[in-house]
């Protein structure tokens, strides 16, 4: 069982940036895949980025350029620093999980970010 924290939300101006962390307990964080979604209000959950074990990364198109995502084994906790936000960037921040190969998947509660001026 993994348990996954995210913190780091909050608001900001546009132009402005934030940088997420998720906290994994539960397995070592070199074993999982870990990535960030967001959903909006009246959308779908985004994928925005993913870091595999082995340090490949995927990232959604809208955030290329803007965010990037790393991984700290060290303090078993992943990160997305999100620069030039924009109020599309708005909505909750979800932290995943998951096993190389295997489809369970464990989530985070999801972290409010805001974009306006």
């Known amino acids: 069982q993994v348990q996954l924290v995210e913190s780091g939300g909050g608001l900001v101006q546009p132009g402005g940036s934030l940088r997420l962390a998720c906290a994994a307990s539960?397995?070592?964080?070199?074993?999982?895949?870990m990535g960030w979604y967001r959903q909006a209000p009246g959308n779908q959950r985004e994928l925005v980025a993913s870091?595999?074990?082995?340090?490949?990364?995927n990232y959604g198109p809208s955030v290329k350029g803007r965010f990037t995502i790393a991984r700290d084994s060290a303090n078993n906790s992943a990160y997305l620093q999100m620069n030039d936000l924009t109020p599309d960037d708005t909505g909750v921040y979800y932290c995943?999980?998951?096993?190389?190969?295997?489809?369970?998947?464990?989530w985070g509660q999801g972290t409010q970010v805001t974009v306006s001026s």
């Open positions: 995943k999980a998951n096993r190389n190969g295997l489809p369970k998947a464990w």
């Open positions: 539960g397995m070592p964080l070199s074993t999982l895949v």
């Open positions: 870091i595999s074990t082995f340090g490949i990364i």
